[in-house]
Nanobody, 122 residues
Framework: VQLQAYGGGLVQTGGSLRLSCAAS????????IEWYRQAPGKQRELVAT???????NYRDIVKGRFTISKNNAKDTTYLQMNSLKPEDTAVYYC?????????????????WGRGTQVTVSS
């Protein structure tokens, strides 16, 4: 499974951005798509997740502002970010968590896409 994240940019406080994560490869092996972010000098943190059946989960600090969704026809997952704050500034990554059943034994994986920079100016 390969992932490509895009859609980052520079936005003012209170603005919006929509990040996209395009997946390719053995998509049937994916259980969950995850969005993470990493701010300078900080650890990478989980922001939002969406499962195969569409169940979503969010980090408390983004609830009500961020929305994760997916378009199965386009094999793309989105992270709509509204009411952005300077503390949302980070490199955002998408990841695919799943199980590869193609071999003799199932192998769990978490594959990462390249990050996209989000900068929120005050």
């Amino acid at each position: 499974v390969q992932l490509q994240a895009y859609g980052g940019g520079l936005v003012q406080t209170g603005g919006s951005l929509r990040l996209s994560c395009a997946a390719s490869g053995r998509l049937s092996s994916i259980n969950t798509i995850e969005w993470y972010r990493q701010a300078p000098g900080k650890q990478r943190e989980l922001v939002a997740t969406i499962t195969r059946d569409g169940s979503t989960n969010y980090r408390d600090i983004v609830k009500g502002r961020f929305t994760i969704s997916k378009n199965n026809a386009k094999d793309t997952t989105y992270l709509q970010m509204n009411s952005l704050k300077p503390e949302d500034t980070a490199v955002y990554y998408c990841a695919a968590e799943g199980m590869d059943w193609s071999g003799d034994s199932p192998v769990a994986f978490r594959n990462w896409g390249r990050g996209t920079q989000v900068t929120v100016s005050s």
